[in-house]
Every structure is written in C-alpha cells, then in structure tokens.
T-cell receptor
Framework: DQQVKQNSPSLSVQEGRISILNCDYT??????FLWYKKYPAEGPTFLIS?????DKNEDGRFTVFLNKSAKHLSLHIVPSQPGDSAVYFC????????????FGKGTHLIIQP | NAGVTQTPKFQVLKTGQSMTLQCAQD?????MYWYRQDPGMGLRLIYY???????DKGEVPNGYNVSRLNKREFSLRLESAAPSQTSVYFC?????????????FGDGTRLSIL
C-alpha cells in the first residue's frame, strides 16, 4: 500500500496566482519529506524539503507546510510562472530513515497564461 | 556538468533477453539508487548502494540484479526480461544515505519488453 499519497493527478492554475499541491502520508515514523519537480523526458530534480521538527520551510517562491497531526504536507508556489508547469512528486524516506525514497504518484501542474 | 549519466536512453528487448543498464555519476557521491517509474505511478526503489562495495534490495527488487562497480558506477541487470519490466528506469546519487541529502537523478532509460 502506498505510504505517500497525492490524490490530485492534475491541477490547473492561472499565471501569477498561488499553486497549492497536497500530499498525505501514512507512516508516522517519517521524519523527512521532499518535493521533486519533473519535466517530460527528464529525471526528477530536487525542489525543497522539510524536517518533521519544523512545520514550514521556505525557499524563494516555494514554501512547504507540514501538519504532523493530520499527516499532511503541502507545497505552495507563489506567484506561479509558466516554467512551473511540470509534474510534482512528494517523497519520504522509504523505510522511515535512510536508503532511498518512496514517492507519491505525482500531480501534474499546468500554469495557464 | 554531467551529473548522473544513464545509458542507453532507449532500448527494446524481446522477452527472455538480458540487458545491463549503465549509470555513472561525477559528483563523488557515496550513495546510488535505481528506481523504476510506470505510467501514472510514482518512482519505486529497486536497489540501492549506500556506499561503494555495498548493495541492498529496495521495494521492488525481483527480476533485477545490481553491481556497484566503483564509486562512480552502479549498473542494473535484467537477466531474463519480462513484459512487466517495461518501464522508465532512473538512476540517482546522493552524498550520503541520509534523507536530508537530496538525490540527483539521471534522465532515465526507456525500456520496452516485447
């Protein structure tokens, strides 16, 4: 069973507005979460991460929020730009520690002009 | 900056054939990983190598073998390819096995098994 779930396969947002991508997880032992961005025919690239000891991490236009009690995290992109159109994956350590990641199915973000 | 290089980029095999996917990184990273991505799915960990000389199974290791040839190279072998192994395969590397060390990915090998 998937430990990291992204329930929205796609999301369409107007350029300049806020994009909010959501992720839920089942394993309460997860202590670190990462977001990756993927363009077609390329490998994923690391975007931003958050430790479970924090509830927010910000890097430029990207902010990740973590709600441990709800086992939920979200990625906010403000303002959204055309180059943000991509598939976004939420990920966590595969076995709750080190040694590889388990990924959600991804959300395809489409930024409309 | 090459980063993580995977060869080949595309391959078509017949059922039962064998093949080795190559991966090399030039970032002096200690840890390397192989993932597969099926349509509409996230990436799933096949095997990983926490450091040179060690390898271990991930979530979906059946039908695969790996070799950590040296610090730079980590290969994935299909001994007898099956249609269920049709997928896009990604190799990744990171400075260490800790999750706060982001993984850097290659651009993938698209493998079709007929």
């Amino acid at each position: 069973d998937q430990q990291v779930k992204q329930n929205s396969p796609s999301l369409s947002v107007q350029e300049g507005r806020i994009s909010i991508l959501n992720c839920d997880y089942t394993n309460s032992m997860f202590d670190y979460f990462l977001w990756y961005k993927k363009y077609p025919a390329e490998g994923p690239t690391f975007l931003i991460s958050i430790s479970s000891i924090k509830d927010k991490n910000e890097d430029g236009r990207f902010t990740v929020f973590l709600n441990k009690s709800a086992k939920h995290l979200s990625l906010h992109i403000v303002p959204s730009q055309p180059g943000d159109s991509a598939v976004y994956f939420c990920a966590a350590p595969w076995r709750g520690g080190a040694d590889g990641l388990t990924f959600g199915k991804g959300t395809h973000l489409i930024i409309q002009p | 900056n090459a980063g993580v290089t995977q060869t080949p980029k595309f391959q078509v095999l017949k059922t039962g054939q064998s093949m080795t996917l190559q991966c090399a990184q030039d970032m002096n990273h200690n840890s390397m990983y192989w993932y597969r991505q099926d349509p509409g799915m996230g990436l799933r960990l096949i095997y990983y190598s926490a450091s040179e000389g060690t390898t271990d199974k991930g979530e979906v290791p059946n039908g695969y073998n790996v070799s950590r040839l040296n610090k730079r190279e980590f290969s994935l072998r299909l001994e007898s390819a099956a249609p269920s192994q049709t997928s896009v395969y990604f190799c990744a590397s990171s400075e260490s096995r800790q999750p706060n060390q982001p993984q850097h990915f290659g651009d993938g090998t698209r493998l079709s098994i007929l």
